[in-house]
Structures are given as structure tokens and as C-alpha cells.
């Protein structure tokens, strides 16, 4: 067994994670043979893996065609760990002293695969497009949250492919501009887009780091392009940088 091999008896296990990663916005519910061929498993192993998840509530199955989603279970351990985490609990009065005094909508997303997550969010006094809710997940390339991210974290490169999604005609869609970008906003210090996830909507992010320098997540600004000129976003920028200083864990025992 080489030293990436898991662990015997785990392999299951990450064949159920992997299976629960699956079921997306966009595809809320999936049949066996969907399953099956996204996995590339076969369809007997397939049927176990999810008979296993059902029986746990992890997954629940429509009665009108046999198609599976995700179950209640799964929304209860979402809560609890929406409950428990710390970050989160730290960052929700910064993130409500923010959309206070900007009237903007202000999130703390952490990254997932090549997505970033809105792990909570306060609703600024004026409206937002692309506002999402919590839990939802904005692609990493076309995010100032993403951006940020890629350009502080050493692992963030990775998050990337060689092409991506183009969500609007301002969107970037090659490695190398993105790439481009990074210099700037490592010596600002934060990242914006503009029009890039949805037109008429922009928003500016600064990097969390922990105790050892590591990168935790981002928190953002976000709001109608309109209200978000570029002097505007300088200045929300150098906000959520003092913002995201404050949540580093030196700052925590003060």
C-alpha cells in the first residue's frame, strides 16, 4: 500500500463524502445511474453506498421517481457547525459593524474546491444583486473574496484551472490574467472585482489569517457597482484589512 493509500475500511467512507459533494445547487437530486456515472462506480456499489446514506437521514429520496437529495440529518450537522465555529462567532460583529456604517452587505466566506462559501453575512440597508445566502458558493475566479484568497494563500494557485467559467463578458477566463492580478493585490493588501460575478455588482476583500500565518478565509464588502466607485473600493478595501487584522488570534485574547 503506498503512503496516499487511505487507511483499510476508509475507503467507503471517502466514497460517501465524495458521493454527498455530488448533489449541488444545480442538481439537487440524482438518480442511481447519475450517481454511478459521475463516481464511477458501479451501479451494486453505488446502491449500498447510498442505502447507507439514506438510512442515516444523510440522504432522503423523492417518492416520485426515486431520485436522492441530501437529508435532514446533513442540515442539522450544517447548523451545528454553523454553530460552533469560531471564526464565525468572531467575525459576526465586525460583520455587522460593517454593513452598519457602509449600508453595504458584508460576508466572511472560506474556500471550498475551486469555490468560496458564505459562511455568514449581514444584510447592508441598501439592495444587493448578487447577494447570496449563507451556504451559498460564488465561483473562486470570478470572487474578490477568490482573489484574495488565490493571491495570499501558497496553496491557492491550486484551487485554479487553466480556464474558467465566463459569468459575465467582464469575467476572467485565462490562468495568466488572473495571475497578472496577484502582484497588485498582495502589495494593496485586498481585491476587487467589478462586474466579474454579475453585472452591476461589485465587491472588495481582505484575507483572514490564523495564529501561524495561514489563511483562514476572506471577508468582503460587496454592492451595486453604481455605489462602488473605484475611490469607494480603496477605502472599503483598507476597512476590511483593519477589519481582518482584528479577527487574527493575537487580537482575540485582548
Known amino acids: 500500500m503506498s503512503d496516499k493509500a487511505p487507511p ?60 436522492y437529495r441530501l437529508g435532514p440529518a446533513l442540515m442539522a450537522l450544517g447548523v451545528q457547525a454553523l ?20 449600508g453595504e452587505t458584508a460576508t466572511l466566506e472560506v474556500p471550498i474546491d475551486d469555490t468560496m462559501l458564505i ?26 473574496t477568490g482573489k484574495v484568497l488565490i493571491a495570499f494563500d501558497e496553496q491557492g494557485a491550486a484551487r485554479l484551472a487553466d480556464n474558467f467559467e465566463a459569468l459575465t463578458a467582464k469575467t476572467i477566463t485565462e490562468r495568466s490574467r488572473l495571475e497578472n492580478q496577484l502582484g497588485e493585490i498582495r502589495r494593496r493588501g485586498f481585491a ?34 453604481q455605489r462602488l466607485s473605484a475611490d469607494r473600493r480603496a477605502r472599503l478595501g483598507v476597512t476590511l484589512c483593519n477589519a481582518a487584522e482584528r479577527l487574527q488570534p493575537s487580537q482575540w485574547e485582548h
Not at 10 to 16: D, G, N
Not at 84 to 101: F, V
Open 119 to 144: 459562511l455568514d453575512e449581514v444584510t447592508g440597508s441598501h439592495f444587493v444583486g448578487a447577494s447570496g445566502n449563507v451556504g451559498t458558493r460564488w465561483p473562486i475566479h470570478a470572487t474578490s
Open 192 to 225: 476587487e472585482t467589478v462586474d466579474e460575478l454579475e453585472d452591476g455588482f461589485s465587491g472588495v476583500a481582505a484575507v483572514i489569517r490564523g495564529g501561524l500565518g495561514q489563511v483562514l478565509g476572506a471577508l468582503s464588502i460587496c454592492g451595486p457597482t
Open 8 to 67: 483499510q475500511g476508509a475507503q467507503a467512507a471517502l466514497r460517501a463524502l465524495r458521493l454527498l459533494k455530488l448533489f449541488t445547487p444545480e442538481k439537487p437530486e440524482l438518480k442511481l445511474a447519475e450517481v454511478s456515472a459521475m463516481t464511477g462506480l458501479n451501479k451494486t456499489t453505488t446502491h449500498r453506498l447510498l442505502q447507507a446514506l439514506h438510512s442515516e437521514s444523510m440522504l432522503d429520496r423523492n417518492p416520485n421517481g426515486g431520485a
Open 83 to 102: 454553530s460552533s465555529n469560531d471564526l464565525r462567532l468572531r467575525a459576526r460583529p465586525l460583520l455587522n459593524q460593517m454593513a452598519r456604517e457602509t
